[in-house]
């Protein structure tokens, strides 16, 4: 039995949060549609960091999409690994583009894509995009639907 055909280790048990994001474990299943091409999408509205210059919190709606391979990542342990970033101190650009680039690495999808948007800290929002590459024919990908920030006028 390989690694990914384990039963998820945190499915149906109580997991304490990770101290930090590098002491999260990411837990991979098959994918259930394997040779199928589509899109999963997970959404983090309410995504926290801390700033590393003030130590202040930094809030973003992180949204994920991707193109499964051979595996899907479990979603309890993605909540926690996102989790794990409440004490974690990172520039929005560095906190973003490494979530994706971890996804992507353990998991191997065909195609992955993480839209930062992040609340705005002394006046200016910043929102960070990374993907893996370009979409793969036949892909739909929605619009990420979270719209720029725009104040209250």
């Not at 479990?74 to 794990?84: D, N």
């Not at 990172?90 to 996804?103: A, C, K, P, S």
Request: glycine share 12%; aromatic share 12%; net charge negative.
């Amino acid at each position: 039995m390989t690694e990914h055909e384990a039963k998820p280790l945190f499915l149906g048990q109580n997991s304490p949060l990770p101290a930090a994001p590098e002491q999260a474990v990411l837990d991979y299943v098959p994918n259930p549609r394997k040779g199928l091409l589509y899109c999963v999408r997970f959404a983090a509205p309410e995504f926290t960091s801390l700033c590393p210059v003030t130590g202040q919190p930094d809030f973003a709606h992180l949204v994920i999409d991707y193109a499964p391979g051979q595996t899907i990542v479990e979603s309890k342990s993605l909540k926690l690994f996102l989790g794990a970033f409440r004490n974690h101190s990172g520039f929005h650009e560095d906190v973003t583009v490494g979530i994706g680039q971890r996804l992507f690495d353990e998991m191997e999808p065909q195609w992955l894509r993480i839209g930062g948007y992040w609340y705005p800290r002394g006046g200016i929002p910043i929102d960070v995009f990374w993907q893996s590459g370009a979409v793969p024919d036949g892909l739909w990908v929605p619009d990420q639907g979270v719209a720029s920030y725009r104040g209250r006028g």
